[in-house]
Structure formats: structure tokens, C-alpha cells
């Protein structure tokens, strides 16, 4: 029929920005609030007839994450059972917009909080953990949510206390399993993560269980940043160091010749030692009549082609 319009196809994925932070449908009659979030009308009103209370509270903390917090501010909440609760809390609530200002403000209190007891106190705390690795594991679909996880899982990660716990939760195979998906800032911190759980014993087990984890390692070296490289090459150190499953895996994928064009490469001298001590532990693994047989095969020329 001439004229018509074509049906509309419902398939269609809604814009984030046009979606509710509430109901997660598209916003038919939007209304924003003095915070400069934007709600449907019904979706808020409801919200505030039945928990206007808690809805102060999460734009409090929507406004809160935007600034940064002194070490002083860090340490009051820190130490208030009943505010990391909430946060804790938060991280499993139905608002996106919610779990992921949590995850944010989780990240500000470790890491503000110079205090060890303190970061420890927070970081481990299950909830949290377990939150934090959900929100990794499941991606919402939230521009910020992948970027705000990793910092928090980063943070959380950097109290000894705390790795163990992590990895409980299963972040090791979540990080593994999202690696690809990081752009390189945050490729960074993942593989920075990575090297911390390795430095527990439950971390290695973990990591070395998932098929991906080495492959991955061998191919991130020298392919994203000179401190992804060191931070990958920390890893494939403790695996190897702590498996001989590994060092097979890891020779299967390349990890000798990524490991000389390392030493060759410009990278940084903590990663060029990670290196050599890597060749050092595989060189059973090199062919007799290869360089890696010599004693100076550290310094043999390597001319990538």
C-alpha cells in the first residue's frame, strides 16, 4: 500500500541513554532530577512513593562518586560497618546505575583509605567481592560498568588478605574470561590482577585450570603496553614456577620466542628479569641444537620478522 509505514521491529536494542535506570525500559515521559539523572515519570514516582528514603541516598552517592574523597572521608567510611554494608548492599540492587556507582565508590575507599587494616577490613568483605566479580562476569549494559569493575577488583585485590577470598569468588577465571574484552587501561589492571592472585597458591590453582589463561598470557606480551607485558610475563612466571602442566601450555603457544623478543625488546627491566628467569625455567624445553642451549642464549640476537 503506497504510503505505509514499515512495522516497527522490536528487536531493536535500546539506546542506554534512553533507558530507565529504574525499569530499564525506554523512558515514554522522562523527568530529571537535581542530580542530572534522567528517570521515566512513572518509574520515579513509584520509586519514591514506596523508598524515597533510599532513592536520596543513591543520588547522594550518584553525586558522591563524581568527586574525588580525601583520605579522612575514606578512612569514615572504611570504618563504619554500616556504610561498606550498604555499599555491599548496593552492588546486588536491581538499579544499574546503583551497582555500578557502588563498585565506583568501593574502589575510592581501598584505595583513599592508605590505612592496611582498613583496605583489608573492606576488601574483605564476600558481598563486595562477590559483587564486584558478578558485575565482571555478567557485563550490564552500562558504558562504565567494565571500566569501574576492573578498578574495583584491582583495588580490592591489592590487600594480601583479600586474594584468597577473590578467587573464592571466582574472579580468577572471570578475569581470564574477560581479558579480551578490556581496552588497555583497563587490559592493564586485569593483568596487574591476575599477577596478584598468582602470588597465592589457590590464585595459581585457579588460573592454571582455566585452558585459556596461558595461551592468553603468551599472546598479550609485547601486543598491548610495555606494563601489560611485565605484568604478563609476572604471571607466566608463577604459573610455570608452579606447574609443569603450565610449561608445557606455554611452550605449546609460543612463550619462548615471545620471552627472547622480550629480553631484546625495550620493555621495561623488571619484565626483561621476568623474562630470563622464564627461559631459565623452560630451557629443558628448547631444542638441543637451539640458542636457548648456550649460556648466552639471554643475549642472542632476535630480530623479529
Request: charged share 25%; glycine share 6%; hydrophobic share 45%.
Amino acid at each position: 500500500m503506497p504510503g505505509s509505514l514499515e512495522p516497527l521491529d522490536l528487536s531493536v536494542q535500546i539506546p542506554y541513554h534512553f533507558r530507565c535506570p529504574i525499569s530499564l525500559e525506554l523512558m515514554r515521559d522522562p523527568v530529571t532530577v537535581s542530580t542530572g539523572q534522567t528517570y521515566d515519570r512513572s518509574s520515579i514516582e513509584s520509586w519514591v512513593a514506596t523508598g524515597g528514603e533510599e532513592l536520596i541516598r543513591l543520588e547522594a552517592l550518584a553525586v558522591l562518586v563524581m568527586f574525588p574523597l580525601g583520605e579522612a572521608d575514606c578512612v569514615g567510611i572504611a570504618s563504619d560497618p554500616a556504610k561498606v554494608g550498604f555499599l555491599a548492599n548496593l552492588l546486588f540492587h536491581s538499579s544499574i546505575e546503583a551497582r555500578v556507582n557502588s563498585a565506583a565508590m568501593v574502589e575510592m575507599v581501598v584505595v583513599g583509605a592508605r590505612c592496611s587494616d582498613l583496605r583489608a577490613a573492606v576488601s574483605g568483605v564476600e558481598e563486595i567481592l562477590e559483587g564486584v566479580v558478578e558485575m565482571l562476569r555478567n557485563p550490564i549494559p552500562n558504558p562504565r560498568a567494565l571500566k569501574i569493575g576492573i578498578k574495583a577488583m584491582f583495588a580490592l585485590c591489592l590487600a594480601k588478605q583479600t586474594r584468597h577470598k577473590a578467587v573464592s569468588a571466582g574472579a580468577a577465571e572471570t578475569l581470564v574470561d574477560r581479558l579480551p574484552d578490556f581496552d588497555k587501561c583497563d587490559a592493564e589492571r586485569a593483568l596487574a590482577t591476575v599477577e596478584l592472585l598468582c602470588r597465592v597458591p589457590s590464585g595459581c590453582e585457579a588460573l592454571a585450570d582455566h585452558a585459556l589463561t596461558v595461551p592468553l598470557l603468551v599472546k598479550t606480551i609485547l601486543k598491548i603496553s610495555d606494563r601489560a607485558t611485565e605484568y604478563a610475563a609476572g604471571a607466566l612466571l608463577a604459573l610455570c614456577s608452579a606447574s609443569e602442566i603450565c610449561q608445557r601450555e606455554a611452550v605449546r603457544a609460543g612463550v619462548l620466542t615471545q620471552m627472547l623478543l622480550l629480553v631484546q625488546s625495550d620493555c621495561t627491566d623488571r619484565a626483561k628479569r621476568k623474562a630470563q628467569m622464564l627461559l631459565k625455567l623452560l630451557r629443558d624445553s628448547w631444542p638441543e641444537d637451539s640458542a636457548g642451549n648456550s649460556d648466552d642464549y639471554v643475549y642472542s640476537e632476535v630480530v623479529p620478522f
